[in-house]
């Protein structure tokens, strides 16, 4: 049992050297950031310039720094008019405009970002995690595809190795102010 055991351990540690080299350069590729012109030249080519970021509206704050990272609130959808992408996926509106809803939280988000990073978007090592609501009809089961909206502007945005993250996509029986989609995040930064 001892030598079958020393065998194993022996096999394990050679797989393991021989695997080192590729680890090594997957923990490289991960390291990848942009620079703060490549994200303003990409913002400019969609033709988007960020506002100031929403106030909060209610007792909270739109983003908490806890180490290196960011956790953004939920931000609403705020067209570019000022109004509010309203109403429920599934019975008011369509899928391709929760789409559009959920795109407008992110750009909501990108407005916090850029206020709480100084414009330095150099500083941004991933967007992490995204939390996606829903304003859903009883049967409606299309949210992924709603708050692929905010996913691939962020992808988008920053590409696959900094803007691609872990997302959840929830369907609700209600937002507040009868908003269509709200959206969170988490992000990490570099100093």
């Not at 795109?103 to 996606?132: E, F, H, P, Y």
């Not at 190795?161 to 209600?174: K, P, Q, T, Y």
């Amino acid at each position: 049992p001892q030598l079958i055991c020393f065998c194993f351990l022996f096999a394990c540690s050679q797989l393991l050297l021989t695997k080192l080299p590729q680890v090594a350069a997957f923990s490289v590729t991960m390291s990848t950031s942009v620079s703060i012109d490549q994200v303003n030249e990409k913002l400019k080519d969609m033709g988007i310039t960020l506002k100031d970021p929403p106030a909060p509206r209610g007792n909270y704050v739109s983003c908490v720094r806890s180490g290196n990272l960011l956790h953004l609130c939920g931000h609403v959808p705020e067209k570019i008019d000022g109004t509010l992408w309203t109403g429920r996926l599934g019975e008011t509106l369509t899928v391709e405009e929760g789409y559009e809803s959920a795109k407008c939280c992110a750009l909501a988000m990108m407005a916090t970002l850029n206020q709480q990073l100084d414009g330095d978007w150099s500083r941004i090592v991933r967007i992490v995690k995204l939390v996606g609501f829903v304003n859903s009809a009883n049967d409606f089961t299309q949210q992924p595809s709603v708050i692929n909206g905010a996913s691939d502007f962020f992808g988008e945005v920053f590409g696959t190795e900094v803007g691609r993250h872990a997302r959840s996509a929830v369907g609700v029986n209600v937002l507040p102010l009868g908003i269509a989609t709200e959206v969170e995040g988490i992000v990490e930064i570099k100093d």
